[in-house]
């Protein structure tokens, strides 16, 4: 089955600071999201983003379909950004997610 | 319903008992998917429904495990004769289009005791 890492795997950063999270996957996908799951477990969907560069805020990610990776930036890091944030993807005629490592981040004051 | 509703918040159970876990997705959605995430760990896929039938049941870990679906709404996920190795998150997860724009629940925190 497709592999699907993160990197890195633990972060910290000083509230304010700018952080790139990636994502490398083995295989080509019809599907790529990127999730927060916050300190009290809650899976947010952050961009839905197979292709190309989207922006929320503070937030953006691209992905590199032909070359296999996703991008997360986050911006002017605040202290709500901790958790962990994982990409997921869908390939093939399957329906499920697969989900990397995840990206513990840890933002202080 | 707003979001997708997972039913009951916590369970703890004793080691050899059966639980029913519940998940309510969000109205309309046709497909509909179980996780487990481990303490620490990333999320594992266990079942997925399409309507009421279940096209992929290659996560499910045992013969204890099993999950229905009816109505094309509200699914329930069984484990019988619980482990303490079944402690863990159960996320569920609902989708308009299967494979796309996933929405998950707040999860069941499983506790085998």
């Known amino acids: 089955g497709i592999q699907v890492e993160q990197s890195p795997p633990d972060l910290i950063l000083q509230e304010g600071a700018n952080s790139t999270l990636r994502c490398n996957f083995s295989?080509?996908?019809?599907?790529l999201q990127w999730f927060h799951q916050n300190p009290w477990g809650q899976l947010i969907n952050l961009f839905y983003i197979p292709s190309g560069t989207k922006q929320n805020g503070r937030l953006s990610a691209t992905t590199v379909a032909t070359e296999r990776y996703s991008l997360l930036y986050i911006s002017s890091s605040q202290t709500t950004d901790s958790g962990v944030y994982f990409c997921a993807v869908v390939t093939g005629t399957a329906s499920k997610l697969t989900f990397g490592t995840g990206t513990r981040l840890q933002v202080t004051l | 319903g707003a979001g997708v509703s997972q039913s009951p918040s916590n369970k703890v159970t004793e080691k050899g008992k059966d639980v029913e876990l519940r998940c309510d997705p969000i109205s309309g959605h046709t497909a509909l998917y179980w996780y487990r995430q481990s303490l620490g760990q990333g999320l594992e896929f266990l079942i997925y429904?399409?309507?009421?039938?279940?096209?992929?049941k290659s996560g499910l870990p045992s013969d204890r495990f099993s999950a229905e679906r009816t109505g094309g709404s509200v699914s329930t996920l069984t484990i019988q004769r619980t482990q303490q190795e079944d402690s863990a998150v159960y996320l569920c997860?609902?989708?308009?289009?299967?494979?796309?724009?996933?929405?998950f629940g707040s999860g069941t925190r499983l506790t085998v005791v």
């Open positions: 429904f399409q309507g009421n039938s279940a096209p992929d």
């Open positions: 295989d080509s996908v019809n599907n």
């Open positions: 997860a609902s989708s308009l289009v299967e494979g796309f724009g996933y929405t």
